[in-house]
Each structure stands twice: as structure tokens, then as C-alpha cells.
């Protein structure tokens, strides 16, 4: 189905921060030149230099969606993964490096030093359903419907050449989520065919989920030289990952190759549920005489990916009046895409992706395509 209306973010505490020298202390004056006491709190250099320059913001909205109007040769049906939308927005956070002492290059497991950290809240709506929604009964052969909902908060730590990011993640599965009510009303007003499956949706449960990412980027310009942001590029993105709750427990490894101009100073575009709100650098200015056209960002990517899925609740079917199904442990994506960036502090992305089976009882790759804007700005 088209998407609904995405969620509201909400910030939540959560469990795991990144930072690195000093750690925030009352103090009379310096220990020492490389300290600056801000508000009768001592800061380490680096963070009293980040603190220093204009902080920089993320916002963002991605839809995820199997209809054709988002994936051009795409069915007109939903099934499977049916929609996913996500909002996120994070800020730059210097303070973070000193939040807790130690957490800088001394745990930074081979990245050097980290430059920049971020604070964000996210939110995440999912709708998962069977192929055949106008059926009553169980379908006892494919998955069960299922709606999810989930409010968390990040923080992400980066450098040039390496990204991490950590979440923490409440919510639930069932009619609390709203899937149901959002699907039916939409399916009505487009005169869409009916949903009638609803009431063997995946029962009523809470939700904690939590993640960890670390991406690895090595980019350069087409001359070889190390980009600056201007003209033509090209990067590398490796990213592994592990979602740990009582929703899923996976495992993911990424990789992914962009070509393009002026490209984003991220690590590939985000996708619902894996790393929202990436806080980048500021983009090289329009050069004097340079046309509004000239200073247009585009880029091209793909991306492979594998997943290990050691459980999945909207495939075992909790409660009983869900149906479940036999997952898969192992399977794989396949996307492409395109980004373009009309301005300084805007950017559009879309990609196509194609995932294999997830579950025993299904036949076939599923096709779904997802739309993102992405919005920049600092004060």
C-alpha cells in the first residue's frame, strides 16, 4: 500500500554513547593549555573546538513501499514487506566526546580518532501482510499481518573514513501499531481492493530493540587525488550490523559502490531502519561564476547485502490468531539508485530493491522501491 502518515519522534534515553578524552568535571581552571572550562565545566580541546563552529543538523523522511507507484516495474499488490516509513533527525553533539573518558580512539577498535558525534530520535512504522489480503481465514501457507511501531533515540560517532551508530528503540506489534486502520482507509478512499485479514494479525506484544552499525568509506576523486566535495567521485561503503530485541535478531553486512558529483558526504543513503540521520560536513560552496546547474549534486549507487536471522516475530506469529511460517535463517538484497541534490541543504534519493525469500513457504524475489528526503542546516 501507499505509506501512511509517518510517526512522531520521540527522544528516549538510551544505553550506549561515544566519546573520547575528558570527561565533564567542576573545576577551578584549567589542568592544563589543552583544557577550556565552559559554564564551570572542563572540556577536552577537541570538544571545546567542535563546540566552537556552527552545529550541524539532520532531518529526514523515508518511505518504503512494494506498489508500483514507487517501483516502476513493481507489482500493484501488497505483500510481504507491505510499507515501511521512518522520520529521524539527530545534531551535532561535541559534547559527547566527553560525556564518558575512554570512549574516543582508545575504543575506537582500529578507527583512529573520531571528529564529529551526533545525538538523533527516530521513529518507524511497518506493515507486513500475506499476498492474498482480501482473505478472512489464516492463510496458513504465507505470513501473517502485522503492524509494528517504534520510538527510539541514536547517537553516532564519525570521522572521514568510518561511521558507528547505536539505538535504542521502544514500541509494539499489534492493533496498538494502527496498521490495520491505516491500510484499510487508505485501500477505501483509492478503491483499492478490501483488506479483510486483519483480524489474524500477529497479537499485541511490547517492544525493546536495540542496534549497533560500523560503516567503513574509502572514496577519491576520478583523478586519484582525495576528494574535496567538488566535481567527480566515487566510494566504497562497507557497512556490518547487529539488531538485537525481542522484535528481530539479525545480523547484516552491506556493500555498496556511488558514482557521481558533489557527492553526499555520508556513508550511502539511509533506509528504514538502518542508519537514520547521518549529521554531515558542509558542502563546498557554489564557486564564483559557477551556474546553479554546475553546482547540482547526482549520484548513481548499488548495493548488495546478506542478512542472518536468528528470529523474526512477524514471521513466527505470536498469539493465536497468527499464523506462522518457517523462516529462513539466511537471505539476500539486491538495490540500485539514484540521489540528486538541486540544493546546498537538500537532497532526494531513490532506490530499487530486490530481497530473496525470507521464509520457507514463499516463492519468488520481493520487489520494493523507497523514496527519502534528506534536509541539512546548522545554527
Not at 215 to 244: E, H, K, T
Request: net charge negative; glycine share 12%.
Amino acid at each position: 500500500m501507499i505509506g501512511t502518515g509517518l510517526v512522531v519522534s520521540a527522544t528516549l534515553g538510551c544505553c550506549w554513547v561515544f566519546g573520547s578524552g575528558r570527561a565533564w568535571a567542576q573545576v577551578e581552571e584549567p589542568a592544563d593549555p589543552g583544557v577550556e572550562v565552559q559554564g564551570g565545566l572542563e572540556l577536552s580541546a577537541s570538544a571545546a573546538a567542535s563546540a566552537a563552529r556552527p552545529r550541524r543538523q539532520h532531518a529526514e523522511l523515508v518511505e518504503e513501499n512494494d506498489v508500483g507507484l514507487f517501483s516502476p516495474l513493481g507489482s500493484d499488490t501488497d505483500e510481504d514487506y507491505t510499507q515501511g516509513g521512518m522520520v529521524a533527525a539527530s545534531v551535532e553533539a561535541p559534547e559527547l566526546f566527553d560525556v564518558l573518558p575512554g570512549l574516543g580512539e582508545r575504543l575506537s577498535f582500529g578507527a583512529g580518532s573520531f571528529d564529529r558525534a551526533a545525538f538523533g530520535v527516530q521513529g518507524r512504522h511497518l506493515i507486513f501482510t500475506p499476498t492474498e489480503i482480501d482473505i478472512f481465514e489464516p492463510i496458513e501457507d504465507d505470513r501473517p499481518f502485522a503492524g509494528v511501531i517504534l520510538l527510539g533515540a541514536h547517537v553516532q560517532r564519525r570521522n572521514d573514513r568510518v561511521l558507528d551508530h547505536a539505538e535504542l528503540l521502544v514500541g509494539a506489534i499489534g492493533d496498538i501499531s494502527g496498521a490495520e486502520n491505516a491500510q484499510s482507509q487508505l485501500h477505501q478512499s483509492l478503491s483499492f481492493r478490501p483488506v479483510n485479514g486483519w483480524d489474524n494479525q500477529v497479537d499485541d506484544r511490547f517492544l525493546v530493540q536495540a542496534g549497533l552499525r560500523r560503516d567503513w568509506r574509502r572514496r577519491r576523486s576520478f583523478d586519484g587525488s582525495v576528494y574535496d566535495g567538488r566535481g567527480w567521485a566515487w566510494d566504497v561503503i562497507g557497512s556490518v550490523g547487529q539488531d538485537l530485541g525481542n522484535l528481530q535478531i539479525v545480523s547484516r553486512a552491506d556493500a555498496t559502490v556511488r558514482i557521481g558529483r558533489r557527492l553526499a558526504d555520508d556513508f550511502g543513503p539511509s533506509r528504514v531502519g538502518v542508519l537514520g540521520a547521518q549529521v554531515q560536513a558542509d558542502r563546498p560552496e557554489r564557486g564564483e561564476g559557477e551556474s546553479l546547474l554546475a553546482s547540482w549534486g547526482f549520484a548513481a549507487f548499488s548495493r548488495v547485502g546478506v542478512r542472518y536471522v536468528a528470529m523474526d516475530i512477524t514471521l513466527d506469529g505470536h498469539g493465536d490468531r497468527a499464523p506462522s511460517v518457517n523462516p529462513r535463517e539466511w537471505y539476500a538484497e539486491v538495490a540500485y539508485g539514484f540521489e540528486w541534490s538541486p540544493a546546498d541543504h537538500f537532497r532526494v534519493t531513490w532506490q530499487d530493491t530486490y530481497r530473496t525469500e525470507t521464509f520457507v513457504e514463499k516463492r519468488g524475489l520481493h520487489r520494493f522501491a523507497s523514496v527519502g528526503l534528506f534536509f541539512d542546516f546548522t545554527f
